[in-house]
């Protein structure tokens, strides 16, 4: 993956590339819905490649649109940058973004309205002029025993799950334009079919490599541990959420300021993902180190 993205100079154009092409974390067809499978990330990308290399040579557009961001969370940074993708992509245009659901209150004893959910985005297949409800989200997560259950895989905020954030998506993201297809119509939106994608990273401890359930066999992975002794490394960079994306290249490492890092970081002791890299400034994986008093939730 880090050699398909570092043909480009630019942090933020690779940032782009690999919210297009990194491997998802779930695929296949649920709740009939297509759910992007690699060679579908990597069709898209050669597809897209040619807008990329021009942006790596002026990113200037992609830099207007991301201070465009009024907040810091990582989903939403993700959700901004497909949104570019969707400008300069040759398969796909961009109809509409964030479609909240606002209904008003049946009964007569409540007043004001409803909000049943937001539809990440709506797009146009440009070759078959289909109309598509996409819905999108981008996860890092670290597992425990028993590896094999998709729900024993958390955040660092530990009520978030893998199998919560896949189910959800199946059970209610992805079936909202079903089951709101009248509101839809009403505002001008006939969906033809609905799709979707998870990317993100899996953290497996030391010596584990098993799997959840229902996840591709591609998936990015990392590790994690209670401290930096339990696993070898060569040289450790702090990193803040929005370098969770690409990988780090020679020269964005070099350049790294780390005291700079460390300021921005959670003062109070808390889970941190670290570049684990070569003395040569190379990126080996990704490492979360966890607080001694940090634990997982119990089944």
Known sequence: MGETLNRFSNRLVRDLAWVIASPPLVSGNHNDTHWWSHKDCLHEFNDCLPALITLDENPAPLIEHLKKLTSGRLGLRFESFIA????????????AKNIQIIEPFVSPHKKGSHT????DFIVRDIHTNKTIHLEVAVKFYLGTEPYED????FGTNTKDQLGKKVEHLKTHQTQLSNNF???LKKNGYLIDNKQCFLKGRLFYPQNIDTA???????????RWAHSPTAIESEHLFPLDKNDWLAELNTDDLQKRDIETILLKLPKNEKALCYVNATQGFKEIERIFYLPKDFHFPQE
């Open 212 to 222: 959840p359930r229902g996840i591709t066999e591609n998936h990015l992975r990392g």
């Open 84 to 95: 570019y993708w969707l400008t300069i992509s040759p398969n796909f245009e961009l109809l």
């Open 150 to 153: 998709p729900f024993r895989w």
């Open 181 to 183: 297809a009248n509101y």
């Open 116 to 119: 049943h959910g937001e539809l």
